[in-house]
């Protein structure tokens, strides 16, 4: 296990115990959540070494890489993602004319290949080797391993889009800063990670789902998000929400606490409805690179 000394956020180092949560996915081990007592920022601390972290991937429940549909959740998951995949598209179109785009973390594809049928010019960065060959077998999308972030241009990209997968960044202010260079000045970075400060998380507490331990390393609100991104030179241009992640990690949240999982619907509802003052279970964060 390596432990954190420095809070990611602010470089501060000192902390307070925050939460302890099971990974309820995999192992059932309990890790913990912890607090800056300077920023506020949350985070997973002790986390496993790199080297270990791929024992905490590997599941038939770990959904997000493969399209088997299996199960009422995975069902739904696969469903709304085929919706999604669209919007996102659209919403890259309202805030930028460019075409060049890097998705990080582009895992099988899908969105690659949604995103260049709609006209971009879009490759991807992913480590898993396997996800890379099914990106180019089915989707006929380019992407490369992670490590090739630090092989590109500066100046060569309008859109990075990270999709759920900032919270599992290691190097987290070196790839930062790595991004804001392959920029191109105005470019637009796209941030989707879970708000643990919504309604869901809120009252799901540890069994919220999408604390999603060890594996999300992060647990950003939009207040710690924004003062991160504004050190690395970007600029919060809007927030938008991703409704369905709320009914998704509600009823994985049930799940957890041996309910039933359509309970989650419910509450999926309450806590869009309540968004206003909590914000949504997931957001988008579109930031703008500073001149
Ligand atoms: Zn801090």
Redesign the pocket.
Same mark, same amino acid.
């Given at each position: 296990m390596n432990s954190i000394n420095s $809070?990611p956020? $602010?470089e501060?180092n000192s902390f307070k115990d925050f939460l302890e949560v099971k990974d309820h996915m995999i192992t059932k081990e309990k890790f913990l959540i912890v607090e800056?007592n300077? $920023?506020g920022?949350h985070f997973t601390n002790p986390i496993p070494t790199p080297d270990k972290i791929g024992e905490y991937y590997k599941s038939e429940e770990y959904i997000s890489h493969s399209s088997n549909k299996k199960g009422m959740i995975n069902f739904l998951y696969n469903t709304v993602r085929e919706i999604t995949l669209k919007e996102k598209v659209k919403w890259i179109k309202n805030e930028t004319n460019g075409k060049e785009l890097l998705d990080i973390g582009s895992g099988t594809g899908h969105f690659l290949k949604t995103v260049n049928d709609a006209g971009f010019v879009g490759i991807g960065l992913e480590p898993d080797a396997d996800a890379r060959e099914f990106a180019h077998k089915n989707n006929h999308v380019r992407s490369s391993s992670q490590e090739e972030l630090y092989n590109i241009d500066e100046n060569s990209f309008d859109v990075v889009t990270m999709w759920h997968v900032l919270e599992h960044v290691y190097d987290l202010r070196k790839d930062l800063k790595r991004i804001e260079e392959i920029l191109k000045s105005n470019g637009k970075f796209f941030i989707a990670v879970p708000n643990m400060s919504s309604y869901d998380a809120r009252y799901y507490k540890e069994d919220w789902a999408a604390y999603d331990v060890p594996r999300h390393l992060y647990h950003f609100t939009e207040r710690d998000i924004s003062k991160l991104l504004a050190e690395f030179g970007f600029d919060l241009k809007k927030v938008i929400p991703m409704k369905y992640d709320a009914y998704y990690v509600s009823m994985l949240s049930e799940k957890y606490k041996n309910r039933f999982s359509l309970l989650g619907v419910l509450q999926g509802f309450v806590s869009n409805m309540k968004a206003k003052k909590y914000g949504y279970s997931s957001q988008v964060y579109v930031f703008e690179k500073r001149n």
């Open positions: $809070c956020v $602010c501060n800056c300077s $920023c920022f």
